[in-house]
């Protein structure tokens, strides 16, 4: 009917709504309270905004958007007080290679996230996925003045953002560019790089991978 009832979750008192929202227009969520669609979409973004400012002290380093809505997800499901003792945060902290966050993330690797169940699973997986996708907008300590559609720095592992890197990068976009003007070439590359599952270790799943 499009309305959603108050709730307890196993083991607490207090009453949630919607995606686990302890509010709703402006005040907690009471017994028998009832919300709609929007009413809890709009609560969900109120939350996360809440939320983001709680990780913010545990993170050192710069992020893109796909790598905070990829935290931020992984983070509200473990919990604050789990996420700052977790293992993931303290690998992005340090700039693991890509290698090294795979294996951490990958509910097929990372054989503890497969005792969730599918739910789990897909959501390790899609934050997984997030986390590695290309953005325009790339993190740097030193200013980048990229000349192409998609920047380059979405590939190297060992990209920590300092001046020299980002010297190294231009370089060889200034060459690409004059290689090939239209950017065909690099889109079709980016296209194939990727291509799911862009080696994360997770097999297509039958009616739900195209």
Known sequence: MGRFASYKEYGENIWRIGYGSKKINNHWVGYQE???????????????????KE?????YVPLNKNRKAAILSFAHNLGVAGFKESRLLALINRHASRNEIIRE????????????????????RTELDTYLAADKEIPTFTAHNCKLKTCLLNLPETYTGVANQ?????????????????????????????????????????????
């Open 34 to 52: 009832f919300a709609t669609r929007q009413q809890i979409e709009t609560q969900l973004v109120e939350d996360l905004k809440e939320f983001s």
């Open 166 to 210: 980002i010297k190294a990068i231009e370089y060889l976009e200034g060459k690409i560019l004059s290689w090939d003007p239209s950017g065909h070439a690099l889109k079709h590359f980016f296209r194939l790089w990727n291509e799911k599952p862009s080696g994360l270790g997770s097999p297509p799943r039958p009616g739900i991978d195209i």
């Open 105 to 124: 993330w990958s509910p097929y690797i990372n054989k503890m996230w497969l005792s969730g169940g599918d739910i789990i699973v897909n959501r390790r």
């Open 55 to 59: 990780l913010e002290p545990y993170i």
